[in-house]
């Protein structure tokens, strides 16, 4: 191969850092997309709101709804093999919407902000020792949201400010003796 056909390692760096930047993107997926590929339509919705009860806006980052989580989980449900995995999640959302009837008389979706908030607050009550099965799938929903949230663009960058690798002019630390 001819000297002006081999790449320079810099350039080698700068096409990996953009494919993977590519696959990130791909695997996050674009702002607002709700293309279902393993939850319902209404499913989608539920799980959406829930991880945005979860991980809402604020002043400091937009929130889980903003981050894609809800077509994260989506599109990593589809893609597992494990059929319980996925089992669970239906079994947990239809739970979460019978809590909301018996709770406040409408499915979760058809109840109020405050409602919503009321219904999320009884299943994370037992957190570190859940007993029922929506107290179960309030841990793995929870931690499921959390992992997509904080492996997002907007997580990573917006909420953790994380600036990638940058020179220090001087490492500010303890005095190896």
């Given at each position: ?13 700068q ?9 990130v993107g791909a695997q996050?997926?674009?702002e607002?997309?709700?293309?279902e590929?393993f939850?319902?339509q ?39 093999i494990?059929?319980?995995?996925k089992?669970?999640?239906?079994a947990?959302?239809k739970?979460?919407?019978?809590l ?6 409408v499915?979760?979706?058809?109840a109020?902000?405050?409602?919503r908030v ?17 107290e ?19 997580g ?6 994380y600036k990638?690798?940058?020179?220090l002019?001087?490492?500010v ?5």
């Open positions: 191969m001819a000297d002006q056909e081999q790449l320079t390692r810099r350039e080698l760096i096409i990996s850092a953009a494919a993977a930047a590519v696959a996050h997926g674009a607002g997309e709700s293309v590929k939850f319902s209404d499913e989608f919705a539920m799980l959406d709101e829930l991880t945005d009860l979860i991980i809402p806006t604020d002043d400091h980052s937009p929130g889980a709804r903003a981050a894609g989580v809800a077509a994260y989980l989506d599109r990593r449900l589809a893609e597992s494990e059929d319980e995995r089992q669970q999640w239906h947990g959302l739970r979460v919407d019978a909301a009837r018996e709770m406040q008389g499915p979760f979706m058809k109020t902000p405050e409602q009321a219904v999320l607050a009884r299943i994370s009550r037992n957190e570190q020792s859940p007993q029922t099965p929506e179960r799938f309030f841990v793995e929903l929870k931690f499921s949201t959390a992992d997509a949230y904080y492996s997002s663009k907007i990573i960058h917006q909420e953790m400010e990638g690798n940058v020179l002019p001087e490492f630390g303890y005095e190896v003796r």
